[in-house]
């Protein structure tokens, strides 16, 4: 009886053991120090500063923005002023180190709970979004790897306000070799103020 127990109590602590491996395993890479400031310490945001929630967006949207942020392709324009902050910070990394570890990690950060005062017409939302935003982003706004877009739910209102003014007055997807950018810059100038209101909140439901 007593082996027994005691085969018992080491099988339990090796299941705990193992079931902690993947938390181990899920280290907090050295750079993400200098984004914590701004994107907070599980990438949720902060809207009091206009940063975005980063936390679950793709490893490959994550590590392309970095990268155009860092070649000039994107935070180019002065007037762009947040655009030219993550610019600094992104030429300080080791693309090949850095950004990879970034990406991975943060990818992994659960969606942050969001709670945003925003108001607009839910079923207009749902028509604009679908008509032009859903074939690529998801039907909820979950992004779409295989179009390259990245995911829009649970992200700040104001920021993707700002970012369709941006893509529309071409302080962003302006860069000839961004490929996507113009492409959501051409979208950008195809939706109306009343409409984006209407798209941003149905957003801000999923």
């Known amino acids: 009886m007593y082996r027994f127990i005691l085969s018992s109590l080491y099988c339990t602590s090796l299941l705990a053991l193992i079931a902690s491996l993947p938390l181990l395993a899920k280290e907090t890479p050295k750079a993400y120090a200098q984004c914590i400031a701004c994107h907070g310490e599980n990438g949720e ?27 000039g392709k994107r935070g180019y324009e002065s007037a762009d002023s947040y ?18 570890e970034l990406a991975k990690y943060i990818a992994t950060l659960p969606k942050p709970t969001i709670e945003q005062k925003v108001s607009g017409d839910l079923k207009n939302g749902h028509r604009y979004y679908h008509a032009k935003c859903g074939a690529c982003h998801g039907g909820q706004g979950q992004g779409n790897s295989s179009f390259k877009a990245p995911k829009l739910a649970g992200q700040h209102f104001d920021y993707l306000a700002r970012q369709m003014q941006n893509f529309s007055q071409g302080m962003r997807g302006k860069h000839p070799d ?17 409409e984006l209101a209407d798209i941003l909140f149905f957003i801000s439901q999923q």
């Not at 009091?48 to 070649?71: D, F, M, T």
């Open 178 to 194: 961004d490929k996507y950018g113009r492409q959501m810059a051409m979208m950008a100038r195809t939706v109306s103020d009343k």
């Open 45 to 71: 945001g902060n809207a009091a500063l206009s940063s975005p929630a980063i936390a679950g967006l793709s490893e490959q949207y994550l590590s392309r923005q970095l990268k155009n942020y860092a070649s």
């Open 83 to 100: 655009g030219q902050q993550m610019a600094a910070i992104s030429k300080s990394l080791d693309l090949n180190k850095d950004v990879p």
